[in-house]
């Protein structure tokens, strides 16, 4: 019962912080799966369940309101069919130490990136403020548009296997740099994407047995409220709370990562 409400609260803010960061709370709800005793492998392949159920969610909310471009979101996602199963493959075939650490550092690399993704998010909005355009122009016209959108779909993908996460924090600001998408556009698209590669890394790692159903279970239907609290309550809160918040929190977890890996590698009870 007691781990049952702990995951409940994890897939609750799990859902709040994907619903107002965009990312697909991988990096909330794998901690707390190790945390509860899963492996690291475990852990992973159960929270692409959960960022599948979540994503869904809040995606038929934006297809039903007209908000969703499927093409678009066919292109990020696609790539992941293929990059989702090599990151299965390589989190699997790694020792536990070496994806325990490895996630720590995808953590901070994680603070960084959330803080490239807030400042192109205020230049954008200061410059549809002013009536200008949304970026100025970041891509080389030589390169199709499609070819990016397939390059951040396949990143994500990839990541979203082995590290069990959706993939938003990445795919946010990449579309927002390379294709000068409009910021709820890269949002929608990114949160569409994250159904495919979410899904598709579950189906690996559930073929892998690294899925527990009933955990992914509560963490995605938990998940799934939050969602939906978060996209009517949460964009009141101050950004830069939030944001320091968040990075907090990611500094906190890639120290508790750093420490299992250490204690995994030296072969000391967890």
Known sequence: MGSGLVLALAGLLAGVLAGFLGIGGGTVMVPVMVALGLSGVQAVGTSTLAIALISLVGSVQNWRMGFLNLSNVAMLGLPALITAYLGQKLATALPEYALLGIFGLFLLLNIYLIGIKKQVIRQAQQAETSGG??????????????????????????????????????????????????????????????????????????????????????????????????????????????????????????????????????????
């Not at 998408?181 to 698209?189: L, M, N, R, S, Y």
């Open 133 to 270: 355009a949304v970026l100025p122009k970041a891509r080389s016209q030589s390169v199709s548009p499609t070819v990016f959108r397939l390059g951040i779909g396949g990143l994500a993908g990839f990541l979203a296997g082995l590290f069990g996460v959706g993939g938003g924090v990445v795919m946010v600001p990449l579309q927002i740099l390379l294709l000068q998408e409009p910021i709820k556009v890269a949002v929608q698209t990114s949160l569409g994407a994250i159904v495919i590669t979410g899904l598709w890394a579950c189906l690996w790692h559930a073929q892998a047995g690294n899925v527990l159903l009933v955990t992914g279970l509560i963490l995605g239907a938990a998940g799934a409220i939050g969602v939906q609290v978060s996209t009517r309550y949460l964009p009141r809160l101050p950004d830069q709370t939030v944001n320091i918040m968040f990075r907090a929190l990611l500094a906190l977890l890639s120290g508790y990562f750093f420490f299992k890996a250490w204690v995994s590698y030296n072969g000391f009870p967890a």
